[in-house]
């Protein structure tokens, strides 16, 4: 029988929908609220968004975005929550926070916002810095009257289902006011939800939080803020407004804690937000004169370099293959993923959770690269090379591994995950990005051989293994070159910005000193590039 | 009788063919365990004895090939091993002794195995191979034949068990490959050094391919040892025929190469798998009135990884020991080997033996932690890793044991002393273990003051170390280096040192250079210069950071002027490397001979800067600039895409490919320009409107030029009005979008619709990281292209 309208279920979750014939599962499950990863935006590229379905009709393993639906159906959902990081770096500050106690017991605001009066008598002072990132979201609840931290919560961002990366929810926010408010919506809630969860873990009502610091990148800090972002997704790539902004929680509809006031600082540029404004403060750029490099990668590559005077804030276009995306046994960093890869005799691998691997995240994909040329399994441009011309030292055990699949050659980590000669491919393409980027930004400055601390920030930095990294050539191949992992740096940022009025004035002067620059867009990007699509030859 | 030790001083010997075929020609079941027939079917044994006997064999091998206790478990039988193998040994001596023949106890691998590569531990091989073993000495085996081993792990258990089984000769036969090394690795050479300090009497080349593909492998192996040498190749390489495996050399062609073999300096001759009675037969027709080939070669001290030998020769190259596998002073080591990692440890031996270093040290002091476990742990990360045979540092005899246990080649041992306490302890594990010694000339008095002194605690080493049987030559002398600040008198007694222990008693020497700057200041400028010195007195070996390149080049002048580089080869090659900088093709091309030959690598090697020179020389030798595009650069340019499709080549070899290409054009245009177009087509191509990515439109630019197609390259962020103006002004056949980002491409139908509303003639592609095939087909494109070779295909597909 022919129907117009037919019901989903989603699967563990049990969320229920009715959407009419011709939807897609992937859409349908927007419609539903369920969190299903997208990474390349729903067009069919990455395959991540597979799912189990059931109905009277049919079973087995679809594309969410490319499955139509023409019946009732349930739906499975395969993929697991992504690892979190919420630690940073924190760095020393004097307690000086924007919101004051004055003499008589009253509230101020530094900045002369006037503030709502004391909802009851014994009211604590609280404030929240959050860094909002492409995947998740961290908060860090503090006492603004002695400094403690009472609490740290994080949440995925919703926005997911709309692409894992900024690009692809840009397109889709492009397609219309209402899909702009769509994924505004999903940013709003996962925020919402998150601060309530923060303030619930410790018993405290979410009525005496009193201020926001929000940092993010510039496209989604845009979408919070409610700015229009046509102008984020094409060349020159500049935002609507720079910042730095100061809203009440209330007309961003931050509806949990509508007394709260909210301070979101300015952005470098439009594709370094002000979550890197954040990390820069955190890690002491323009405070500190030694030479200094903080590289935060993710399909964009954020690269701030500072060098005497010179402050530099660069992005270069990485592309998802160090998150897993288009690898074909690639995935997030989640519960089934190598995270970790060492070849001795053989293979050994950690996975996520602990369980049986399902695929290869970003860490591992970097680990096992800098393992297979470290064995000669793969040579300096990049070749796979068959078992025959492996170096006799390599056991039978890692040569059995070695597998011509048709015309391709794979290495295989575990049952049912490998590695490519396309895999590689991808990533040589990727860190070629990267690595071109920092080589371009440091050939202009006078650095040449002298050591440089090269800060590792953010979710991917944190995990990467740092030897492994110089290994692959992935922070270029400049020498003396010392990493240091240093957390979620943007969050540390956030924090400083809360807890001292000082740090933002500090942080928008910083600001105005970065020399902001787009490297894809400057001419001999690719020589760069090109140079840097090589593994080195040796261990460092 | 003689015995097995003083016949094979004096003759060739022949030594029978396979026993398994013969026995299941005589019944035996497929499945059914062959050495259960020792003890069901003796009758049928001894026959195939006799026939190998009637057919001349000298030595006839016991059919016990797999009577060790884990194979019988296969079948159940792992309680008779001893019952067996003494069976098996009883009926070969019955039936040997009319003839006067000698009987080989054979013994063939677990079929397992050995830590690191497998499950089983040293000691657990070691004791099956013991009980083996010992069954067949018991039962008066003439010699024990260790036959078709894969994996020399094994081989050292299995040997060192037989030394302790009872003092009967022993062959390790060893399995090769077409490659030339055995399944894990080992070449011969290295399984002959190995081996040849295990105590075995001979070294043999057994199974696995036939005569013609052991030529190499024996010819090595002769060169390396001057043991005698076993070869029973198979009757060809296996053949599957029906099912049936089957091997097709004839008795004439095996015993024409047991002749050739017997040339090389191999003596004991014979057959394995697919060889019968007749084969051998063959051989001892063949081989009647060959005599013995003294072989008397020096081969210095030599050391071996699982897979290679280094060489320490009195007056060959001086080598580099690296000696950063120390925590002594470095405080992430150290955490590494508390924490029972070995991340460090590997880097570091990578760099060390990308840096030059021939031998690895591997030291694990690190206060409060079990040095015996870490020692292992350290050894076995060590030796899957890299060639380089190992250095195992400790004064703790348990530490050195479980190293040398573990390590699946010969190693150096630093160090032995003069003290009573250390020869004691440290010797015997040498001798045990066949590893190579690093002597001290030291004693219980100390460190002597003077260099005669040294020379004589050097020569009670020597003494001591050939008392027990190990040859001088694996035993090297470190002189000892002091603190120059502290005691300036020392530095010539220990030059002098190396100067006398090399003349008197012709050991190899070592320093560990680096102690003699402490305390100053600039100490790499004094270890550089102590060690130039050191070089100069003789020194043939020393530790030190092969990463330090000072030293390293200290090194490879001194080899040099000292006359150990002979005609400075090894310089020159190593200078010309470095010279040639870095190469983008990974394999060597074959030579190139002819002027379109050296075009058509030119084109593959992307060598832009000399292809111009290269054109010009062919054009010079009367080639037509025709000829050159179609026969060479074309032809070139295509292979080029061709292996870029199969993933040999990637981005940077393509671009400079295409470089070539181009600088190939803008030579012979004048040239081409007289002669009829060949234009392909015109292609007008742009990234879009607001994107900025234009790595890949720049490839695809130059391959399509590359491909005689007119390209009108509008750049990046290009706006659709603008590339339609372009393509009626140039009559384009092709116009070829690019776009990265998803939020760009949505300027891609737009210029579709723009160029039907205009009815231009031309075909519109479109390809970039954001793009799929399935866009282009929603958005009614012409075609889609995965990358610039595809792209290039695509466009030619478009004009025709």
């Known amino acids: 029988m022919h129907k117009d309208i037919v019901k989903i279920s989603f699967h563990p979750g049990g969320q229920n929908i009715e959407v009419s014939v011709g939807t897609t599962i992937l859409e349908a499950a927007r419609l539903a609220g369920v969190n299903m990863a997208a990474p390349c935006g729903g067009t069919g590229r990455c395959g991540r968004c597979l799912v189990k379905i059931f109905s009277t009709q049919r079973e087995g393993w679809l594309l969410a975005c490319k499955t139509v639906v023409t019946d009732d159906l349930s739906v499975e959902l395969a993929t697991q929550p992504p690892v979190i990081l919420e630690t940073g770096e924190t760095t020393a500050v004097t307690l000086d926070p924007a919101i004051q106690r004055g003499d008589k017991g009253e509230l101020y605001h530094q900045k002369g916002f006037p503030l709502l009066p004391s909802a009851n008598q014994g009211e604590e002072v609280l404030g929240l810095a959050i860094d909002i990132g492409t995947t998740t979201l961290v908060a860090y609840l503090y006492n603004l009257l002695d400094g403690s931290l009472l609490a740290v919560n994080s949440v995925v961002n919703g926005q997911q289902i709309f692409g894992a990366d900024v690009i692809s929810r840009l397109g889709y926010a492009l397609q219309g006011q209402e899909n702009y408010q769509k994924l505004r919506q999903r940013l709003l809630d996962s925020l919402n939800g998150l601060i309530e969860r923060c303030c619930q873990s410790v018993g405290i009502t979410t009525e005496w939080v009193r201020e926001l610091v929000v940092v993010g990148n510039t496209p989604i800090m845009h979408f919070f803020l409610n700015l229009p972002v046509q102008g984020l997704a094409v060349a020159p790539f500049e935002p609507y407004q720079k910042g730095p902004f100061y809203r009440t929680a209330a007309e961003l509809e931050v509806t949990t804690v509508p007394q709260a006031i909210c301070y979101v600082p300015p952005f470098i540029g439009g594709f370094v937000g002000s979550d890197a404004l954040a990390a820069a403060l955190a890690q002491k750029f323009g405070r500190e004169v030694t030479e200094r490099m903080l590289v935060d990668i993710g399909t964009n590559g954020e690269i701030l370099l500072q060098v005497g005077d010179y402050l530099l804030a660069a992005s270069v276009p990485a592309g998802p293959a160090l998150e897993g995306a288009g690898i074909e046994c690639g995935m997030v960093a989640s519960v089934g993923a190598i995270s970790r890869v060492t070849l001795d005799y053989d293979v050994q691998v950690e996975v996520i959770g602990g369980g049986r691997a399902t695929g290869i995240c970003g860490s591992g994909l970097i680990d096992a690269i800098a393992e297979m040329l470290r064995l000669g399994l793969i040579d300096s441009s990049g070749k796979l090379l068959p078992p025959s011309q492996v170096p006799p030292i390599v056991s039978f055990k890692i040569k059995q591994r070695l597998k011509q699949v048709g015309e391709n050659l794979r290495f295989v980590l575990a049952e049912q995950v490998y590695l490519s000669q396309k895999d590689i491919r991808a990533v040589q393409l990727a860190k070629a990005a990267v690595a071109g980027g920092i080589q371009l930004v440091i050939a202009e400055t006078s650095l040449s051989n002298k050591p440089l601390s090269v800060l590792l920030a953010g979710g991917f930095g944190s995990y990467l293994n740092p030897s492994n990294a110089l290994r692959i050539g992935l922070l270029g191949t400049q020498p003396n070159m010392n990493p240091q992992q240093v957390g979620n740096a943007a969050g540390a940022g956030a924090v400083l910005l809360l807890l001292s009025y000082p740090s933002r004035q500090r942080a928008e002067r910083l600001c105005q000193q970065f020399i902001h620059r787009e490297l894809a867009a400057e001419a001999n990007f690719q020589t760069f590039f090109l140079e840097q699509m090589a593994f080195p030859t040796e261990e460092w | ?800």
């Open chain 2, 1 to 800: 009788m003689l015995s097995f030790q003083d016949r094979v001083k004096k003759e060739i010997l022949v030594i029978d063919g396979a026993m398994g075929t013969l026995l299941q020609q005589r019944g035996l079941p497929s499945g059914w365990c062959p050495d259960e027939w020792n003890v069901s079917h003796p009758e049928v044994i001894q026959e195939v004895h006799r026939l190998y006997l009637e057919a001349g064999a000298d030595i006839i091998t016991t059919n016990t090939f797999g009577a060790i206790r884990s194979k019988l478990a296969d079948y159940g039988l792992e309680d008779r091993v001893k019952e067996l193998n003494q069976a098996a040994v009883t009926l070969a001596k019955e039936v040997a002794k009319p003839y006067g023949a000698l009987v080989a106890g054979s013994i063939g691998p677990l079929g397992k195995f050995l830590q690191p590569l497998g499950e089983i531990s040293f000691d657990e091989a070691y004791q099956q191979f013991l009980e083996q073993c010992r069954a067949m000495v018991e039962a008066g085996v003439d010699l024990i034949l260790f036959e078709t081993f894969g994996d020399i792990g094994e081989m050292r258990a299995a040997l060192i068990a037989a030394a302790d089984a009872g003092n009967v000769p022993v062959v390790a036969s060893f399995t090769f490959d077409e490659s030339g090394r055995t399944f894990t690795g080992t070449d011969p050479e290295t399984a002959a050094v190995v081996v040849e300090r295990l105590g075995v009497s001979a070294i043999g080349v057994n199974c696995s391919v036939g005569p013609r593909q052991l030529a190499d492998v024996v010819q090595r192996l002769t060169q390396s040892t001057n043991l005698p040498i076993l070869v029973s190749p198979n009757a060809g390489m296996p053949e599957m025929i029906e099912g049936q495996t089957v091997f097709r050399e004839t008795p004439e062609l095996m015993a024409d190469y047991a002749i050739r073999f017997v040339e090389y300096g191999a003596s004991i001759l014979g057959g394995c798998c697919g060889t019968t009675p007749l084969h051998i037969n063959a051989i001892r027709q063949g081989v009647k009135e060959l005599t013995l080939k003294p072989r008397h070669k020096l081969f210095g001290l030599r050391v071996a990884s699982r897979v290679k030998t280094a060489t320490i020769d009195p007056k060959g190259m001086p080598i580099a020991i690296g000696e950063r596998l120390n925590p002594t002073g470095k405080k992430a080591l150290q955490a590494e080997i508390r924490e029972g990692k070995t991340e460090i440890t590997r880097r570091d031996a990578l760099a060390q033996v990308a840096a030059g270093a021939a031998i690895l040290d591997v030291n694990v002091g690190v206060g409060g932690v079990d040095q015996v476990t870490a020692m292992e742990r350290a050894v076995n990360a060590v030796q899957v890793l890299v060639d380089a045979p190992l250095c195992i540092d400790s004064t703790d005899p348990q530490v050195i044991e479980q190293a040398l246990k573990n390590y699946h080649g010969k190693a150096l041992i630093n160090s032995v002393n003069g003290e009573e306490k250390s020869l004691a302890t440290i010797l015997p594990l040498a001798k045990r273990y066949g590893a190579a010694l690093i002597g001290l000339t030291l004693d219980d008095q100390g460190i002597p003051a003077t260099a005669k002194e040294r020379l004589a605690v050097a020569r009670k080493l020597m003494q001591r170390v050939e008392e027990l049987g190990i040859p001088k030559q694996d035993l090297m002398i470190d002189t000892l280096v002091l603190t120059v600040s502290a005691q300036p008198e020392g530095v010539p007694e220990t030059l002098n040192a190396i100067r006398y222990i090399k003349k008197d008693l012709g050991l190899t020497t070592s320093l560990g250079v680096s102690n003699v700057s402490f305390g100053l200041p600039n100490r790499g400028l004094i270890n550089t210069a102590f060690f130039s010195m050191a070089l100069a007195a003789g020194l043939d070996a020393a530790i030190l950071n092969p990463q330090d390149q000072r030293m390293m080049e200290t090194l490879r002048a001194a080899a040099v002027l000292t006359g150990r580089d002979v005609r400075a080869e090894q310089y020159i090659a190593r200078e010309q490397a470095a010279q040639g900088g870095n190469q983008l093709s990974a394999a060597p091309e074959p030579v190139a001979s002819t002027p379109l030959e050296v075009l058509y690598q030119a084109v593959l090697s992307g060598d832009k800067d000399n292809v111009v020179d290269h054109i010009n020389k062919a054009i010079d030798s009367g080639l037509s600039p025709m000829e050159l595009l179609d026969k060479a650069l074309i032809p070139g340019i295509e292979e080029v895409g061709r292996r870029y499709g199969a993933g040999i080549y990637f981005l940077p070899q393509l671009m400079m490919a295409g470089e070539t290409m181009t600088k190939s054009f803008e030579r012979l245009k004048p040239e081409l320009a007289k002669g009829p177009s060949r234009k392909l087509g015109t292609v007008i191509l742009a990234t879009v409107k607001g994107d900025i990515h234009d790595i890949g439109k720049n490839i695809l630019s130059v391959m399509l030029a590359n491909h005689g197609f007119e390209v009108i390259d509008l750049g990046k962020n290009v706006d659709n009005q603008e590339i339609l103006q372009a393509a009626r002004a140039h009559q384009a056949d092709i116009i070829a979008l690019s776009a990265l980002m998803t939020t760009t491409m949505v300027h891609m139908p737009d210029c579709i619709a723009k160029v039907k509303e205009a009815g231009l003639p031309c075909k519109v592609m479109v390809g970039g990281a954001a793009v799929t095939d399935q866009y282009a087909r929603e958005i009614g494109a012409d075609g889609y292209a995965f990358d610039a070779v595809e792209a290039v295909g695509l466009a030619k597909k478009l004009v025709c």
